[in-house]
């Protein structure tokens, strides 16, 4: 992987929960593991007072572990702190001059990271443009711009504020960050397909019935009510990271491996869903809200009982779609996808599902029901691959079982799998975006969201299923399956009480 060039990292937003728990951490283990230049500083911005040695002292307790505590002496020494009001333009002449007094070079190369509400996208990138700093010199100097999600809150939304950025910033200097995308077990579905000759073949709808994509978290809103009653699962999780996950998944193969290639195959997958029509979002789409319950012994409220949320709120904290692809080689085949706040337990996955053969030959051998065979690749935790298929039980006769082969990242003793953050801001310090939204994927998401959000709107008594915190959501959403005996995979079904944690 290359080392970036000299750089200037300022951070809007630097003061803030994001910078303290991913961003410092993150660029803390790159420099431990000398992934970034000589030369670099961090400009953090934020509507606090602090001296650079005060917040230093702050960015050394954001490094988790004692670690090599001269090492750590030695990063911080290179961040800075400055007070940025982002509505007073005085302000930015202000940060322009101290870019200038941290930079080591007269043309330096900046890298702005936007960890800051939407609304502030287009004031930011105006306020910089009016100043110059957008203005890359070939060869010599770049300029690049971070935004954290949400990219819009709908459609229009979206496309008013890719216009606002475009009139500052080139596309290519743009990076719309999506924390799953540097997830090393996303990353992966790319080498697992297209660097197997076995799996490669497979992988469309003559082979395939169907695809199940899961992100479950077991925790609620906690301290974020006030953003998620506005927000919801659908906007929160799916128009976002599950759509883009989505991509990855049915992809065509690229022409070659850059960034510009896999972007637009993966726009392409994002264009071909099919819209959901109002008569269908009600047999399509299954939305819940989480209920008090008791879990693992200890009373959990409900969502509408959470700090800054409305009480007769109909914000939807799970959601379960079945999606559908049309192009030839996922015509017919049915995509499930389901998230959701208050489950079991916190895993994310990928499940195909496999054709059975034509003549079931050991039906009525098999031990068990061993239905489909299964590839399992699982994203979080116990971060691996699973595949299931029957095999002959020891002994006389043929019985038949389902039984399993694993990988698991654990197992590379040596490997270290780097924090989504580590890979995302890396890659955007040396210019490659191929793990970023381009605006007409972003776009492409929100025009196949946007007509389910009308519809609630303008139909809200559509049922919002309760479920009990701790469980998988609504059993309303196992409707969605085609057939009666398909259902959802349940991980980690054998959790102890006093046990989060969900083995692949």
């Known amino acids: 992987m290359k080392t970036p060039n000299p750089f200037v990292l300022v951070i809007f937003g630097g003061s803030g929960d ?74 930015f002449q202000k940060l322009n001059e101290r870019i200038a007094a941290v930079a080591d070079s007269e043309t330096p ?76 077990t996303v990353q992966n579905i790319l080498a697992f397909r297209f660097a197997n000759g076995i799996f490669q073949p497979l992988w469309n709808r003559r082979h395939i019935q169907r695809i199940e994509i899961t992100s479950a978290e077991s925790l609620g809103v906690e301290d974020r009510g006030g953003y998620y009653d506005t927000s919801g699962a659908l906007r929160d999780m799916i128009q976002n990271h599950l759509l883009q996950l989505l991509a990855v998944i049915a992809m065509e193969p690229p022409a070659r491996f850059d960034s510009n290639a896999i972007r637009g195959e993966k726009v392409k997958v994002l264009e071909a ?26 009373t959990v409220k409900g969502y509408r009982n959470e700090l800054n949320v409305n009480p007769e709120s109909s914000t939807e904290t799970f959601v379960a779609i079945k999606a559908f692809i049309d192009n030839e080689r996922w015509a017919g085949i049915p995509f499930y996808i389901r998230t959701g706040k208050q489950l079991p337990t916190r895993v994310s996955e990928v499940v195909i599902h496999f054709n059975g ?42 019985k038949i079982a389902r039984v399993g082969m694993d990988f698991h990242y654990s197992d590379l003793k040596t490997t270290e799998l780097p924090e989504a953050y580590e890979r995302l801001i890396l890659d955007a310090l040396t210019g490659d975006n191929t793990l970023y939204a381009r605006s007409d994927a972003v776009l492409a998401a929100w025009d196949f969201v946007d007509p389910i959000l009308e519809y609630w709107k303008a139909h809200p008594k559509t049922k919002l299923y309760g479920y009990p915190a701790g469980t998988w959501g609504p059993p309303e959403s196992t409707e969605l399956f085609e057939e009666k005996d398909e259902d959802w995979r349940y991980p980690c079904s054998n959790l102890s009480s006093d046990d989060t944690f969900c083995e692949l």
Do not use: C
């Not at 711009?145 to 008013?160: Q, R, V």
């Not at 789409?285 to 319950?293: D, F, K, M, P």
């Not at 039906?363 to 489909?372: H, M, N, R, T």
């Open 18 to 91: 994001l910078s303290h728990r991913k961003l410092f951490p993150a660029l803390f283990k790159l420099y431990e593991q000398q992934r970034l230049p000589d030369q670099f500083k961090i400009l953090a911005l934020g509507r606090r007072t602090f001296s650079d040695t005060e917040f230093r002292d702050q960015v050394f307790a954001d490094i988790p572990g004692a670690g090599n505590i001269k090492l750590k002496k030695s990063f911080i020494e290179q961040v800075h702190f400055q007070y940025m009001d982002i509505s007073d333009s005085t302000d």
């Open 109 to 184: 190369n900046i890298l702005f990271y936007l960890a800051t509400p939407p609304s502030f996208f287009a004031p930011v990138s105006r306020e910089l443009a009016a100043l110059g700093l957008d203005q890359e010199t070939e060869g010599i100097a770049w300029r690049r711009i971070i935004l954290e999600k949400p990219f819009g809150t709908d459609y229009h939304s979206a496309e008013n504020l890719n216009k606002a950025l475009m009139e500052n910033f080139a596309e290519d200097q743009v990076y719309r960050i999506d924390h799953y995308l540097g997830k090393e």
């Open 273 to 298: 869903l099919r819209p959901i029509k109002d008569s269908a979002i009600p047999e399509q789409v299954i939305r819940g809200q989480y209920i008090s319950s008791k879990v693992r012994g200890k």
């Open 357 to 398: 053969p034509g003549h079931q030959l050991f039906s009525e051998l098999a031990s068990e029901d061993i239905g489909e065979n299964q590839l399992v690749i699982r994203i979080q935790p116990d971060e691996g691959v699973l595949l299931k298929f029957g095999l002959k039980v020891p002994g006389a006769g043929f």
